[in-house]
C-alpha cells in the first residue's frame, strides 16, 4: 500500500521527497504562503495552489488512515478479521469503500436480519438459495416454531428473505458495482409536491425534471437541493429501465448471487429477495451515497466558482495613496460623504441632499467643492447602489464647476458595504461614527486599496459566488480565507498603516498577535525595522520567520525591509554586495546589473538558487506590487437606465461576477447584464475564466433588454449581428432577459439588506423526466443564457 506522502505526490505529479517536504513543514506549523514563497528548495518548487491541494489531501488520507485502524481494531475485536477482509480494508483507497467493507461488522441496532437468525431460520435461507428445485413453503414448515416467534410458514419464509437481504445488501463487492453503475447511469429526476404548488412558482421548471447524475452541473444541482430543502420538490436518483424489461439493478443482483429464474419452485420466491434487496437495501443506500456525492461536487465547484472570483476582486488594481472622496449613493436620505487621507485615515464626513425631495444641487455641489479645497482631494470614489448614476452626475458637474480641483470620479462596486458598516470591526475603527457614514469611508478605502479593506469583510459577504448561501458554510469559508490569505501575502503589507484585520491575514498572525502589533505601533510609534517585530508582545521566532517576510516598512533603517527579501536571506545579499563590490542604494533598481548575476555563484548550504533569483528579481523591483495598473471602465453619457439601452449599443463596463454560464457585466444602469458562455468569444469558451475576471474592463454589445423583467443580454462577440426573432416568433425582450447583480452579503439575486427571496434558476429547456433520456435539441443560446441566470440578482439594492 503506497505511503500518503507518494500518494499525494502521484497525484499531483510530483516527486514524494517534494511531498513530503512540505509535509513536514506543514506538521512544524509553517503556513502555505510561507513554504511556497521562502522554502522553494526544500518542497523542489511547489507552488501555492500545488500547496493548498496537498494539505487538503493530507487532512482526507490522514482522516481515512485514521478510520482504517478503528475498522481493522473493532473487527480484530470481534473475532471476525480474515486474512483476506485485512487484505481487502488495507488497500481500500476511498473513506466510501472502507465503509462499504465494514458494513457487515459494523454495531448497528438489532435488525429483522438478526432476530430471524435468532430464530434459526438461517439455514432455511441457505437451503433455497444453494437449492431452488425446493419448494419454499414445504421446507418452511419445518422452522415453524411458536417459541421462537416462528408463527407459520410466511413468518419463517419472511424471516430467511431478511436474512438473504442483509447479506447481499451487505456485499461490499456488488453495492460498489451498483454504486458505479448508478453513478455512470443514473439520472435524477424532481417532482413537485403538488400542495406546495401556490408557493413554488419559482421552481416551475424542475416540477417535472429529469438530468443524468454524472452530467448535472452544480448550478442546477443546488436549485434542486434548495427546492428540496423548501418542501417544493422530491428528488430522486435511479437507473433507466426498459420497457417490459427488469429493473437494471436487479439483473446485476441476481447475476451477482447466482439467482435466476428457470421455473423452479423457490426462484420467484428469490426472484423477490433480489427485488426487496434493491427496494429497500442497497438502492437507497446507494442513493443517499450518490446525492451526496452531486451535493459535495455542486458545492466544490460553487466554492471553486466563488474563490476565483475573490481571488480576482481582492487583486484588483489599487487607486493608489490618493486623498478620495467616498460618495455613499442615497435619494431621500441623502448622500453620505466621507474623506480619507492618503493612509485611508479618516479625516471629514458631511451629508448632502442633492437628490429629491430636497433637490439641494448646488448646495451639495458647494460642500463638495470646500471638502476637496480642504483636503486636497484627488479621487471620488461612488458606490455603485442606489442613486449611483445621478450622484455620477453630481460629481461631473463639481468637476465641471471647479476645473481647478482637477479630480477624478470613479464608480466603485459597494458589495458588502452595509456589512462592514453595522460590524464590529467597523465599531471599534469608527466607535462614534453613524453607521451610515462608516460605508462611505468603505467605499474610499476600496478605492484605493480593495485588498486592505475587503479583508475587513467576511468574504462570503462580497457577493461575488454563485449559491454560497448554499454550500457547507466550514467548508466555503475555509476556502475563501485560503484565497484572502493567499492575496495578502502575495501583494504584501505595509507594517505601518496595515489594520489589524488586514494583519490577521499575514503568515503566521492571528488576531490576538495583530492586535498587539497595532497596540505596540501606536505606543511606541511607526516600526523602523522588521527586527522590532520581536518587541511585540506573544510575537516569538517562529511568528516572525513564518510574518516577517509579507510585511513592509517604506522608508525604514534597512532599505530590505521594503522588500519580499525576508531577513533570514540577507545574508545572502549582503554577499552579492560583497563579492560586486557595490553599495545596497546603487544596486536596488538596477536592472540590468541585477539580470547579469549568476544566481549559483551566491548559494550555500541553505539558499538555493530558487531563492537567489527571487531575491536578484526583488532588488530589481523592492516591494513590487503583482497587481495590474489601475484603469476604470467609462459609462456612456446618457444611458443611465434600462429604457436608454438599445439594440446594437457597443458599451464599457466592469465584470462584476464569472459563473460558470457567463460573466455578468455593470454598464451603468443599475442592472447587470449577462454575457452568456456562448458570447464570451467567437471560438469554444469551456471556462468563462479564462476569458473574464472580475473586475476587467470589457467592451459589450446590447443583444437584448427585456425592460419589464429588468433583464439585459449583452455578448462580448462584437462584430456579430445583433439577432432577429424567427417569422411568427415574439421579439427577444418578450422572451428572453437577464439576472441582474449580485450585491452585499448575499448570494446572487439577494440584497444584502433584505430577506432571502432567493428564486430557483430554471434548468435548460426540455427538462421532463423521460422513462428513457433522449437527446434534447441544443437550446437557443440567449433563452439558455437566461434560463440558467433566472432570478441570480433582484433589483439593485444595497
Given at each position: 500500500m503506497l505511503s500518503i506522502s507518494q500518494r499525494i505526490a502521484d497525484e499531483l505529479s510530483v516527486r514524494e521527497a517534494q511531498v513530503a517536504a512540505a509535509v513536514g513543514l506543514l506538521d512544524e506549523g509553517s503556513t502555505?504562503?510561507?513554504?511556497?514563497?521562502?522554502?522553494?528548495?526544500?518542497?523542489?518548487?511547489?507552488?501555492?495552489?500545488?500547496?493548498?491541494?496537498?494539505?487538503?489531501?493530507?487532512?482526507?488520507?490522514?482522516?481515512?488512515?485514521?478510520?482504517?485502524?478503528t475498522i481493522l481494531s473493532t473487527i480484530q475485536e470481534q473475532g471476525k478479521l480474515t486474512p483476506e477482509l485485512d487484505r481487502q480494508i488495507r488497500q481500500a483507497d476511498t473513506k466510501t469503500r472502507l465503509e462499504d467493507l465494514y458494513l457487515p461488522y459494523k454495531q448497528k441496532r438489532r435488525t429483522k436480519a438478526q432476530i430471524a437468525r435468532e430464530a434459526g431460520l438461517e439455514p432455511l435461507a441457505d437451503a433455497l438459495l444453494a437449492d431452488p428445485t425446493r419448494t419454499p413453503e414445504a421446507e418452511a414448515a419445518a422452522f415453524v416454531n411458536a417459541e421462537r416467534q416462528v408463527a407459520d410458514v410466511k413468518a419463517a419464509l419472511d424471516?430467511?428473505?431478511?436474512?438473504l437481504v442483509e447479506?447481499?445488501?451487505?456485499?461490499?463487492?456488488?453495492?460498489?458495482?451498483?454504486?458505479?453503475?448508478?453513478?455512470?447511469?443514473?439520472?435524477?429526476?424532481?417532482?413537485?409536491?403538488?400542495?406546495?404548488?401556490?408557493?413554488?412558482?419559482?421552481?416551475?421548471?424542475?416540477?417535472?425534471?429529469?438530468?443524468?447524475?454524472?452530467?448535472?452541473?452544480?448550478?442546477?444541482?443546488?436549485?434542486?437541493?434548495?427546492?428540496?430543502?423548501?418542501?417544493?420538490?422530491?428528488?430522486g436518483l435511479d437507473l433507466v429501465v426498459e420497457d417490459g424489461q427488469p429493473h437494471p439493478a436487479e439483473r446485476s443482483i441476481a447475476a451477482h448471487t447466482g439467482i435466476r429464474d428457470q421455473g423452479r419452485p423457490a426462484d420467484k420466491w428469490l426472484s423477490d429477495v433480489v427485488r426487496w434487496t434493491w427496494k429497500l437495501k442497497i438502492g437507497p443506500h446507494v442513493e443517499t451515497d450518490l446525492m451526496g456525492a452531486l451535493r459535495e461536487r455542486a458545492e466544490d465547484e460553487a466554492i471553486r466558482v466563488f474563490a476565483r472570483n475573490l481571488h480576482d476582486l481582492l487583486l484588483a488594481a489599487p487607486a493608489g495613496p490618493r486623498v478620495t472622496i467616498g460618495l455613499d449613493p442615497g435619494i431621500r436620505t441623502g448622500v453620505k460623504v466621507a474623506v480619507v487621507d492618503s493612509t485611508g485615515k479618516l479625516v471629514d464626513t458631511v451629508t448632502i441632499y442633492p437628490h429629491a425631495p430636497r433637490n439641494d444641487w448646488d448646495g451639495s455641489i458647494a460642500v463638495l467643492a470646500a471638502l476637496a479645497h480642504r483636503h486636497k482631494a484627488e479621487l471620488i470614489a461612488i458606490g455603485n447602489g442606489t442613486a449611483s448614476r445621478e450622484?455620477?452626475?453630481?460629481?461631473?458637474?463639481?468637476?465641471k464647476r471647479h476645473p481647478e480641483l482637477t479630480l477624478s470620479k470613479l464608480v466603485v462596486s459597494e458589495?458588502?458595504?452595509?456589512?462592514?458598516?453595522?460590524?464590529?470591526?467597523?465599531?471599534?475603527?469608527?466607535?462614534?461614527?453613524?453607521?451610515?457614514?462608516?460605508?462611505?469611508?468603505?467605499?474610499?478605502?476600496?478605492?484605493?486599496?480593495?485588498?486592505?479593506?475587503?479583508?475587513?469583510?467576511?468574504?462570503?459577504?462580497?457577493g461575488v459566488g454563485q449559491y454560497q448561501h448554499d454550500v457547507a458554510g466550514?467548508?466555503?469559508?475555509?476556502?475563501?480565507?485560503?484565497?484572502?490569505?493567499?492575496?495578502?501575502?502575495?501583494?504584501g503589507v505595509d507594517l505601518n498603516t496595515a489594520s489589524v484585520p488586514l494583519l490577521t491575514r499575514v503568515s503566521g498572525l492571528n488576531e490576538t498577535i495583530a492586535r498587539n502589533i497595532v497596540e505596540h505601533r501606536d505606543r511606541n510609534g511607526a516600526f523602523r525595522s522588521r527586527r522590532q517585530l520581536l518587541d511585540v508582545a506573544r510575537l516569538g521566532p517562529k511568528t516572525f520567520e513564518q510574518a516577517a517576510g509579507f510585511l513592509r516598512i517604506r522608508a525604514g533603517d534597512n532599505p530590505l525591509d521594503g522588500s519580499a527579501v525576508h531577513p533570514e536571506a540577507y545574508p545572502v545579499v549582503e554577499r552579492i554586495l560583497k563579492t560586486t563590490g557595490k553599495d545596497l542604494g546603487s544596486v536596488i533598481g538596477d536592472a540590468r546589473f541585477l539580470r547579469g548575476l549568476n544566481a549559483e555563484e551566491f548559494?550555500?548550504?541553505r539558499f538555493g538558487v530558487p531563492t537567489v533569483e527571487d531575491i536578484i528579481k526583488e532588488l530589481e523591483k523592492p516591494g513590487r506590487d503583482p497587481r495590474p495598473e489601475f484603469k476604470t471602465a467609462t459609462f456612456q453619457e446618457g444611458v443611465e437606465e434600462l429604457k436608454d439601452l438599445k439594440v446594437g449599443m457597443i458599451l464599457e463596463g466592469v465584470a462584476t461576477n464569472i459563473t460558470a454560464f457567463g460573466a455578468f457585466v455593470d454598464i451603468g444602469v443599475h442592472q447587470d447584464g449577462l454575457v452568456h458562455i456562448s458570447q464570451l468569444s467567437t471560438t469554444f469558451v469551456k471556462d468563462p475564466h479564462s476569458v473574464v475576471k472580475a473586475g476587467d474592463v470589457v467592451k459589450v454589445k446590447v443583444l437584448e433588454v427585456d425592460i419589464p423583467r429588468k433583464r439585459i443580454a449583452l455578448t462580448m462577440r462584437l462584430s456579430d449581428a445583433p439577432p432577429r426573432p424567427a417569422p411568427g416568433e415574439r421579439s427577444g425582450t418578450e422572451r428572453t432577459g437577464t439576472g441582474n447583480r449580485p450585491q452585499g452579503n448575499r448570494p446572487p439575486g439577494q440584497s444584502d439588506r433584505q430577506p432571502d427571496r432567493r428564486p430557483a434558476p430554471p434548468p435548460p429547456a426540455a427538462a421532463k423526466a423521460p422513462a428513457k433520456p433522449a437527446a434534447k435539441p441544443a437550446p437557443e443560446p440567449l433563452n439558455n443564457a437566461f434560463a440558467e441566470a433566472f432570478a441570480r440578482a433582484q433589483t439593485k439594492k444595497r
Open positions: 502555505v504562503p510561507f513554504i511556497a514563497r521562502y522554502r522553494k528548495e526544500a518542497t523542489g518548487g511547489l507552488d501555492d495552489t500545488q500547496l493548498r491541494t496537498l494539505e487538503e489531501r493530507l487532512g482526507y488520507l490522514r482522516e481515512l488512515e485514521d478510520r482504517r485502524a424471516g430467511a428473505r431478511h436474512i447479506r447481499f445488501g451487505e456485499d461490499a463487492e456488488l453495492v460498489g458495482r451498483l454504486r458505479t453503475a448508478m453513478a455512470e447511469k443514473g439520472v435524477v429526476t424532481s417532482k413537485l409536491v403538488e400542495e406546495k404548488k401556490a408557493e413554488a412558482a419559482k421552481f416551475a421548471d424542475y416540477f417535472d425534471f429529469s438530468e443524468q447524475w454524472a452530467k448535472m452541473p452544480s448550478h442546477r444541482a443546488l436549485a434542486l437541493f434548495r427546492g428540496r430543502a423548501q418542501g417544493v420538490l422530491t428528488i450622484t455620477d452626475k453630481l460629481a461631473a458637474d463639481l468637476m458589495a458588502g458595504a452595509s456589512v462592514y458598516s453595522a460590524s464590529e470591526t467597523a465599531a471599534l475603527e469608527f466607535p462614534g461614527l453613524d453607521v451610515s457614514l462608516r460605508g462611505a469611508v468603505s467605499i474610499a478605502r476600496r478605492l484605493q486599496d480593495p485588498l486592505a479593506e475587503l479583508v475587513k469583510i467576511e468574504p462570503k459577504s462580497i466550514g467548508k466555503l469559508a475555509r476556502s475563501l480565507d485560503a484565497v484572502v490569505e493567499d492575496c495578502v501575502n502575495a501583494v548559494t550555500d548550504a
